[in-house]
């Protein structure tokens, strides 16, 4: 069954912000403590495979005794800890994730619950929840009334904001669509992507002013005397603006995922991987705020749930050495070369022609050729 999440802002009260913090506490906490367990497991047994597989992982109740105070808060959040942590050692153990890590005290205050017979209920700007019982929230949309809901995810973020995210499933078979309108896109650093059609999905002007504005508080930051009132002042300024530019930039991936899929009945991309590719160009940290992982799962759900498609090509497969009029492979192709000129005469701005490929290769795949 399908998921969706819902995302939004709470609104707790003195007495709910202190339980929240105490249960953001005692999650970090019970994770760290059942980490330290299987750390020294795995110290003893870690030539061992099959001895490590035998020791159950440590459970949250085994600290109840010890720590009563565990017992104040919400129960099943400390479960989710423990999911989380096995979640990390088999990340570990499957070499897509390094070796888990102690949660610090700026790691990211969050938690999440789940439904247990009823134990949360949404009624007239309010939310129950374990523990805290109703707290207000700003519900901006509706849940459709044939979602379930499974989880809750409570966030605080580093300016003091709540947020929860409801996790639902539902039924939903779309009758699959004929596919007729196929497009391709090329990602693109600067802009997202690049169609086949020659568009281009420009950020918006102010989200691009905001960045700039972002670049220039933290050169002012990171002039300030660390610890001082005005180094405070202007970390709090900074994490504002990193919360504006990723609202920013999620909006617009939705906008433009939206469009698209409204639009196409096919779309597709070359099924990158982000954390790979941009280790190994030592892009760094721009890949990942450009946004295009985040616009793909956007892309995808909108489009299935219309019954539609996203067809990811492989990521070796050419898409910017072949000549899209010709067919012909170039040897090499530098990344400063923003024209592509092919023996057979064809010249077309490199982006573009790699969508076109892109785009002939997922209607190959599609069966339509
Ligand atoms: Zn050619």
């Known amino acids: 069954m399908p998921n969706k999440a819902y995302k939004f802002r709470l609104y707790p009260t003195k007495e709910q912000e202190q339980l929240l913090a105490k249960t953001f506490g005692c999650?970090?906490?019970?994770?760290n403590k059942m980490l330290e367990d299987r750390l020294r497991?795995?110290?003893k047994f870690k030539d061992d495979k099959e001895a490590l597989k035998k020791h159950k992982f440590p459970t949250p109740a085994k600290y109840k005794k010890d720590f009563p105070w565990l017992k104040e808060v919400d129960s099943l959040a400390l479960a989710n800890a423990q999911l989380n942590l096995q979640k990390a050692f088999t990340n570990f153990f499957s070499g897509r994730a390094g070796f888990p890590k102690f949660k610090s005290r700026k790691a990211k205050q969050s938690y999440t619950t789940n439904v247990v017979n009823g134990n949360i209920k949404l009624a007239d700007g309010y939310i129950k929840l374990p523990k805290l019982k109703w707290v207000k929230f700003k519900q901006h949309r509706e849940i459709p009334a044939d979602h379930t809901i499974k989880s809750c995810t409570i966030t605080k973020t580093k300016t003091g904001?709540?947020?929860?995210?409801?996790?639902?499933?539902?039924?939903h078979q779309p009758v699959p669509k004929d596919v007729k309108n196929v497009v391709g896109l090329d990602f693109s650093m600067n802009t997202l992507y690049v169609d086949s059609e020659g568009k281009r999905a420009n950020y918006p002007r102010f989200y691009r002013q905001a960045l700039e504005k972002l670049a220039r508080a933290q050169r002012v930051l990171s002039r300030r005397r660390k610890g001082s009132n005005r180094w405070h002042k202007q970390r709090l300024k900074v994490a504002k603006l990193?919360?504006?530019?990723?609202?920013?930039?999620?909006?617009?991936?939705?906008k433009a995922s939206r469009r698209l899929a409204n639009r196409y009945d096919a779309v597709v991309i070359e099924d990158l991987n982000m954390k790979g590719m941009s280790q190994a160009l030592h892009f760094g940290k721009s890949v990942h705020d450009n946004g295009w992982g985040m616009f793909t799962t956007f892309l995808q759900y909108k489009l299935e749930e219309q019954g539609k498609k996203l067809i990811k090509i492989d990521k070796w497969f050419p898409s910017s050495k072949t000549c899209s009029c010709c067919g012909q492979v170039k040897v090499s192709l530098s990344l400063?070369?923003?024209l592509f000129r092919c023996e057979c005469g064809f010249v077309a701005d490199r982006d573009i022609n790699a969508a076109i490929n892109i785009h002939k290769e997922g209607l190959k795949q599609l069966g339509i050729a």
Do not use: G
Request: net charge positive; proline share 0%; glycine share 0%.
């Open 161 to 171: 904001k709540y947020f929860i995210s409801i996790l639902t499933e539902y039924k």
């Open 27 to 31: 999650v970090r906490f019970v994770y």
């Open 336 to 338: 400063s070369e923003r």
């Open 41 to 43: 497991i795995y110290e």
């Open 242 to 254: 990193h919360e504006k530019i990723a609202n920013q930039r999620k909006d617009f991936l939705h």
